[in-house]
């Protein structure tokens, strides 16, 4: 599995667009990105995954670049809740099974 | 529709004992994997089973052990408990192997 590196903490004004950025320099291609969050003290909550394209979903958006090496995911409009840790992941899914590798993340605070 | 269970949520145990630990996956879900969190090395991949077969392992001593039964609830077992084993073991679900859906954990307290 690819490495992923992350900004250990960012800041963001709620109610603005709150942009996490995530290197995966070494990703191969058949590995996808993943992101996770986990709010304190909860198991990890899914957001979104991609391979290629830009995804969106009623959570957010991820965008990966061109050459895959890195990408960032977008929470549109910043609330309290989303005060957690953000967890980039790339991970293989060979015939359904999925190991994910978590590192040490982005704490992202919302300030009001 | 439920979310994944596990049970207990909060358990003390002494040192050199063994503990089990177990997961109900939200139902429909055929994998079932177990991570353990602590403060110093985060989230770890502990193993993941699919239809009974463990098909991942992470890298964890032979003391940690896990099985799944036919309806896909989860059991997870660690033998001659450690100080270190201290944690918060977290058990997620899956259905088409991309989106992983997490329980609320069991703290594991080791004295």
């Known amino acids: 599995d690819a490495k992923t590196t992350q900004p250990p903490s960012m800041d963001c004004a709620e109610g603005r667009a709150a942009n996490l950025p995530c290197n995966h320099s070494t990703i191969s291609g058949n590995e996808y990105v993943y992101w996770y969050r986990q709010i304190h003290s909860q198991g990890p909550q899914y957001i979104i995954h991609?391979?290629?394209n830009n995804e969106t979903n009623e959570m957010a958006s991820l965008i990966i670049t061109e050459d895959r090496k890195s990408s960032t995911l977008i929470l549109p409009h910043a609330t309290l809740r989303d005060t957690a840790v953000y967890y980039c992941i790339a991970a293989l899914i060979i015939q359904g099974a999925q190991k994910l590798v978590f590192g040490q993340g982005t704490r992202l605070t919302i300030n009001p | 529709k439920a979310g994944v269970t596990q049970t207990p949520r909060y358990l003390i145990k002494t040192r050199g004992q063994q503990v089990t630990l177990s997961c109900s996956p939200i139902?429909?879900?055929?994998?079932v994997s177990w991570y353990q969190q602590t403060p110093g090395q985060g989230l770890q991949f502990l193993f993941e089973?699919?239809?009974?077969?463990?098909?991942n392992k992470g890298n964890f001593p032979g003391r940690f052990s896990g099985r799944q039964f036919s309806n896909s609830r989860s059991e997870m077992n660690v033998s001659t408990l450690e100080l270190g084993d201290s944690a918060l073991y977290l058990c997620?679900?899956?259905?088409?192997?991309?989106?992983?859906?997490f329980g609320p954990g069991t703290r594991l307290t080791v004295t």
């Open positions: 139902s429909g879900h055929r994998s």
């Open positions: 997620a679900s899956s259905l088409s192997g991309f989106e992983q859906y």
């Open positions: 089973y699919f239809s009974e077969t463990q098909r």
């Open positions: 991609g391979l290629k």
